[in-house]
């Protein structure tokens, strides 16, 4: 399977836990975005990486929430002590990196999703 | 910023009918507009992008979209509806800034097709 994978699928945790989300882009892929999707609404941007690298953090909260991209393994999103509210699906997209200068103008890709449900 | 907006939250159609799915866009510069579609318990699938040039454009299962500068939209749009494409539909804006594919997504529209 060449595709975005995303583990655990589903995931629930009681108050206070941790979460940990874990993302392989597509191979080949060295760019990696995480989105959260709550009941009845759309896709919220959280965070981009590169390998090693945060790009763009601008979505995510500023507390208990995290990621990484390591230079080896999967990409991490990580939250502590978890709360009802971030009941949510978390998904992970990829894209190829940017060649020669010239803007990358495709598309994401995307896993299957992570299901968070706190008790 | 950039955003997109999609001004339904539902759309019925009868299958064999066409649809359309609405989207209008707010950016600077050009816009780069994306379509995807998601169904229940699934990630989101890529269905079609526009770029440059055609301001029609063709994508997978029969889907296709029109940019319309002008009116800023960028509409979804099939000639004959299938059940099986009742699902959840989402436009898209790329992000300009800073590199990479980030993208800005509407807040969805669910599509029902009845037999």
């Known amino acids: 399977n060449a595709g975005v994978m995303q583990n655990p699928r589903h995931l629930v945790r009681r108050r206070g836990q941790e979460a940990r989300l874990r993302c392989s882009p597509m191979?080949?892929?060295?760019?990696v975005y995480w989105y959260r999707q709550l009941p009845e609404e759309g896709l919220k941007f959280m965070v981009y990486?590169?390998?090693?690298?945060?790009?763009?953090e601008s979505g995510m909260p500023k507390e208990r929430f995290s990621a990484e991209f390591p230079k080896e393994g999967p990409s991490i999103l990580r939250i502590q002590q978890v709360v009802r509210g971030d009941s949510a699906a978390y998904f992970c997209?990829?894209?190829?990196?940017?060649?020669?200068?010239?803007?990358?103008?495709?598309?994401?890709?995307f896993g299957e999703g992570s299901r968070l449900t706190v008790l | 910023a950039q955003s997109v907006a999609q001004p339904e939250d539902q759309v019925n159609v009868a299958e064999g009918n066409p649809l359309t799915v609405k989207c209008t866009y707010s950016v600077s510069g050009n816009p780069y507009l994306f379509w995807y579609v998601q169904y229940p318990n699934r990630g989101l699938q890529f269905l079609l992008k526009y770029i440059t040039g055609d301001n029609l454009v063709k994508g997978s299962y029969g889907f296709e979209a029109e940019f319309n500068k002008s009116q800023t939209s960028f509409h979804l749009k099939k000639p004959s509806a299938l059940v099986s494409d009742s699902a959840l539909y989402f436009c898209?804006?790329?992000?300009?800034?800073?590199?990479?594919?980030?993208?800005?997504f509407g807040t969805g529209t669910q599509l029902k097709v009845e037999l």
């Open positions: 898209a804006v790329r992000d300009r800034k800073g590199g990479g594919n980030k993208l800005t």
């Open positions: 997209a990829s894209s190829p990196p940017s060649r020669g200068g010239s803007s990358n103008t495709g598309e994401l890709f």
């Open positions: 990486l590169q390998k090693e690298n945060i790009i763009d």
């Open positions: 191979k080949g892929h060295s760019h």
